[in-house]
């Protein structure tokens, strides 16, 4: 069963940095490329980034650029995001997805509020 568990959210005030982890079981995470999406208040899902399996290719959104960083580490199973001058914008449940055999696998989400 492949499961992906996020942490690292929380309450952070604007300008500031948060880093955010998925770990991932039952998968062979190194063949695997990962994408962040984030959910604000009454908003869509969207996606915010995205690596490919072996780590050297990524992919973000507009709003995210030159702020955000994804990486992976394949000997733990983990995706990182780092987030840097955070603003309130940002507010929102962020998650991890795999496209494992055809279908999409979600973690549960981890919070990120960023206010003052």
């Known amino acids: 069963q492949v499961q992906l568990v996020e942490s690292g959210g929380g309450l952070v005030q604007p300008g500031g940095s948060l880093r955010l982890s998925c770990a991932a079981s039952g998968i062979a995470f190194s063949m695997y490329s990962m994408d962040w999406y984030r959910q604000a208040p009454g908003k869509q899902r969207e996606l915010v980034a995205q690596?490919?399996?072996?780590?050297?290719?990524?992919n973000y959104a507009d709003s995210v650029k030159g702020r955000f960083t994804i990486f992976r580490d394949n000997a733990k199973a983990t995706v990182y995001l780092q987030m840097n001058s955070l603003k309130p914008e940002d507010t929102a449940v962020y998650y991890c997805?795999?496209?494992?055999?055809?279908?999409?696998?979600w973690g549960k989400g981890t919070l990120v509020t960023v206010s003052s």
């Open positions: 997805k795999v496209d494992w055999s055809g279908s999409a696998v």
């Open positions: 690596i490919t399996s072996g780590g050297g290719i990524t």
